[in-house]
């Protein structure tokens, strides 16, 4: 996918697209590769978020969450979101 279909999905303009690859490149999170006339891009599974509050989670375990690929749970994992309306009530009763 080109940066400029990236940044019409997302909603924002294509040079913002280019200085958060930058940004994730500089940091370690994406590897880029120069093939021909395009760059590859892959994404260090192994690596833990960068926020505070999702440090306890990889990279990978995001990916395959968004794709619904989820195996069992990693040792020391926090537990999976509930879906629905009863597992937000609980969510928002909790704290």
Not at 50 to 63: D, K, N, Q, T
């Amino acid at each position: 996918m080109r940066l400029r279909e990236v940044a019409g999905r997302v909603g924002i303009t294509e040079r913002a697209v280019q200085r958060i690859i930058a940004e994730l490149e500089q940091a370690g999170h994406l590897v880029r590769r120069r093939q021909g006339r395009r760059n590859r891009y892959r994404l260090p599974t192994g690596l833990r978020l960068r926020h505070p509050i999702e440090a306890h989670c990889r990279v990978g375990e995001l990916i395959q969450f968004v794709l619904g690929t989820r195996g069992p749970p990693a040792a020391g994992a926090a537990p999976p979101h509930r879906r629905g309306a009863a597992g937000l009530r609980k969510r928002r009763n909790l704290g």
